[in-house]
Structure formats: C-alpha cells, structure tokens
C-alpha cells in the first residue's frame, strides 16, 4: 500500500476523476 506505484496509479486516478467530471459540466 505504501509503494510508489500504488501511489502514482491513484494520483492519475483521481486526476481522470477530474477531468472526467470536468468533461460531464461541460
């Protein structure tokens, strides 16, 4: 749970997140 790539992967998940409920708004 505290390895690195554990920690990228949700880092881009929650930006894919963003940018996916930006894209719905707009």
Not at 1 to 26: K, Q, R
Request: proline residues 4%.
């Amino acid at each position: 749970m505290s390895t690195p790539t554990s920690s990228h992967a949700y880092g881009i998940g929650m930006i894919a997140l963003i940018i996916g409920m930006s894209a719905t708004v707009v």
